[in-house]
């Protein structure tokens, strides 16, 4: 647990992790307690402390009480200790013919987990189901018996602690054709966490990624999980992990995923599944014949109707495309003058494939004239235009100019600037393995 003595310090400290990993320790607390010693914990912590203040050393020698698990380990192995575990499964055949499991534990902390346990659906072609889904600890004492092989084993089923999670060969099968035939989001969400953490550690190719997208996303019903497969392909693996060479079929696949989804949703069953892919296949459009229509017509075949949010969308791709201008991006603004407005004119025009553009939008970003200072919104509307992987060639001479332009303007403009010149105006796209 990091110390904040001020605002520098709450700026550096909480962010995704803290949101994110809290939560997780949190759950994971719970697990390896026990649901039952958990909340005799809590209410032996607020009985003990009830109309007053409380560390968080109280709070863990509360839980402490009602267990004989070393509770205080647990919280220097969990809030003190950096970096994230890796657990790897092992499925071994016993002379028998049944099947035991062992987890390789790349990490220090304990862990409580649930292993599911599934086998090809008998009735359902393609499709998986739960035949048991054991808990263990980590590091376990011996192996676990899993009986007869299953077609996928799935450590951290149900998403009961903060880890990375692999897969062992046949599972990881099983995943690439079934992937859309499990039954539960929450298993199919930790799946795809668990192939998006295999990306970025390079251990699995950006193309699969793609494949598993392409193989089964056009059949996911789940909202969230649209958003964030389909976020992750384009922004990070399209965008940043591919070569300018396989980048254009990159976007390909993508497009037609999200073209598998608009015609599946045309009755209207699922309009949050719609707008998303209508939203995605706007950004990851390579020609824009499709997208200049819409436009045009003011809506997508079948809906949406464009709304502000999808015009300056719209625009904004056309203008990374060099199917659009100053002209039509003012004609638009005077259409909507709103702030939102204002920001999607400022990103449109940074997007622009001219020099003179770019110039224009980076003097924006890092002037060193205080009464010329674009606010907040507008620094994050035009930085994120200005960087596009179609365009590195264009921008290759800021590069360089970034990492002293953006120091100089942290210092003079204080940490919420900096937080959105490194967040947005950083070129992610230039990084090098």
Known sequence: MAEINDLDDVLLNFDGISYAKGASALRQLVTWLGEKDFLAGIN???????????????????LASATERDVHAWAESWLRTTGVDTLTPKVTRADDGTYTLTVDHAGSRPHRIAVGLYDPDPGDDGHLVLRDRPELDIPQNTATPVGKRPALLLLNDGDLTYAKIRFDPDSFTTIRDNLSGLPDPLTRATIWNALRDAVRDG??????YLDAARAHLPHESDLA????????ASTQIANRFLTDEDRPAALST????????IRRTEDGSHPGLRLTAVRH?????AHPDTIAEWLADGTVPGGPELDPELRWRVLGRLAVLGATDETAIAAELESDPSATGQEGAARCRA???????????W????????????????????????????????VQEYVERYFTDAVTLAARRGPAIADAAGRWAFPAHAVQA
């Open 44 to 62: 032996t912590h607020f009985a003990r402390h009830k109309f007053g203040n409380a560390t968080l050393a109280d709070f863990i020698d509360s």
């Open 203 to 208: 251990e699995l190719p950006a193309t699969a």
């Open 225 to 232: 999980l649209v958003q964030g497969v389909l976020s992750f």
């Open 254 to 261: 993508l497009t037609t995923v999200c073209r598998d989804l």
């Open 351 to 361: 997007a622009l494939p001219d020099p003179d553009s770019k110039r224009t939008a």
């Open 363 to 394: 003097d924006a970003m890092f002037s060193h004239d205080d009464s010329t200072d674009l606010s907040n919104y507008l620094f994050t509307a035009t930085a994120r235009g200005f960087w596009q992987p179609e365009q590195a060639e264009l």
């Open 281 to 285: 296949f706007i950004d990851v459009a």
